[in-house]
């Protein structure tokens, strides 16, 4: 610890909800002189290459494409396999979900959350299937897995593509398999707010070759040099992104393994008090990507967000709004998320944040709610 740490009479910077992992430069280095070795510096170069194998063995998926950023996967992806129409939507997610949906020309059909995962609740699909229904595109939101199995026999019965938004979810898995491995296609956001990063970039998961090699064409304009097969898009990692990648896969373990602590944490400290967290279902390897906890009301939600930044500790409402409330969609109400939306906030979350600052937000929080004399969430 060092003594500027120690010093808490010290002006501090504020806490905020996360903080990007930068490995230690030379090791950053170390991959950028390949670059600059090579003098290869996009186009599927060899870093480019290295990580995308290193990434298909750690999840032991078929098929994986790296791509500059998550939307563009999510895009992709429904091109890749021919999605078109009325694709099934959960309105609990970050709005790039959402959005890719409608870049494509298709219509987003919301479907409601489960109140325990908030994850998109598979008892609610059938009814909102018509023949224009494709696929679902559904979230692992927060890395919480959906009811995969559920999700996957009726898309099934009814012949639906399923896509997973797996933007939260590295190194999930659910009953001893990556939890990226399920579904038509599953999606990756390397952004550098994620748990692993290449500063921007994502990815794109398939099973099918045919499917994978459309990808590969969509993800460079639609050619191999002179010979043109579709219409494409630049949606390619450079080697400087795919380097970061590089610099920061070794250390995965120890980010989430820091993370962890810090979450058994907040968990001891936040134990008896009147607030919800969401469900992670039996059988899944968390990799602790966020700290979400929902407050009775949106009331006290925002009576917790105000009180902790005056204590400079910085939260974020994710995810807010609903995305079944966006300006520019139309459908039914999705009540449980809206609900869940005006009561959550992610609280801050990264290996080295200080212990003392986890306590401190927890005594903010129950001073808060001891003053509210709230009951629990739902009893
Ligand atoms: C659930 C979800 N999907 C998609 C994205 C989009 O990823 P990117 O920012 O890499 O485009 C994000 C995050 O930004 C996300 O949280």
């Not at 870093?47 to 790296?66: D, G, M, Y």
């Not at 018509?130 to 999700?151: K, S």
């Not at 993800?219 to 380097?243: C, P, Q, W, Y």
Request: with cysteine.
């Amino acid at each position: 610890m060092s003594a500027e740490r120690e010093d808490r009479s010290s002006p501090r910077e504020p806490v905020l909800v996360t903080r990007s992992f930068l490995p230690p430069e030379e090791e950053y280095l170390f991959w950028l002189r390949k670059a600059f070795a090579s003098r290869i510096l996009t186009n599927n170069g060899p870093i480019h290459r290295e990580l995308e194998s290193t990434l298909q063995a750690r999840f032991k998926v078929p098929f994986l494409r790296l791509m500059s950023n998550g939307t563009l996967a999510i895009q992709l992806a429904l091109r890749a396999l021919g999605v078109k129409g009325k694709v099934i939507t959960t309105p609990f997610s970050y709005v790039a979900t959402t959005s890719a949906i409608l870049w494509e020309g298709c219509e987003p059909v919301f479907v409601d959350v489960r109140p325990d995962t908030l994850c998109i609740d598979p008892a609610l699909i059938e009814a909102a299937i018509t023949p224009d229904t494709t696929a679902i595109l559904a979230t692992h939101v927060y890395g919480i897995p959906c009811d995969v199995h559920a999700i996957d026999r009726i898309a099934r019965k009814h012949g639906l593509k399923v896509i997973y938004d797996g933007a939260h979810a590295f190194d999930v898995d659910l009953d001893g398999r990556s939890v990226l491995a399920y579904g038509d296609a599953c999606t990756l956001s390397f952004h550098a707010t994620k748990l692993f990063h290449t500063v921007e970039g994502g990815a794109t998961i398939l099973h099918d070759e045919e499917n994978d090699k459309q990808l590969r064409f969509l993800r460079s304009f639609g050619h191999i040099g002179d010979d043109h097969f579709t219409l494409g898009m630049n949606a390619k990692m450079s080697e400087v992104h795919a380097a970061m990648g590089m610099a920061v896969m070794p250390h995965m373990d120890g980010i989430i393994a820091g993370r962890r602590t810090i979450c058994e944490r907040y968990d001891s400290g936040l134990a008896d008090l009147p607030l919800q967290r969401p469900t992670i279902p039996v059988g899944t390897r968390y990799n602790h990507s966020y700290y979400p906890v929902l407050f009775a009301d949106a009331i006290i939600r925002e009576r917790v967000m105000s009180a902790l930044a005056e204590v400079g500790i910085m939260t974020r409402r994710y995810f807010y709004p609903s995305l079944d409330t966006l300006p520019y969609v139309k459908g039914a109400a999705c009540p449980v998320s809206r609900d869940a939306a005006d009561r959550v906030i992610c609280l801050p979350l990264y290996p080295d944040l200080d212990p003392r600052d986890v306590d401190r937000a927890v005594a903010c929080i129950t001073a808060v709610l001891a003053d509210a004399q709230v009951g629990v969430p739902g009893s």
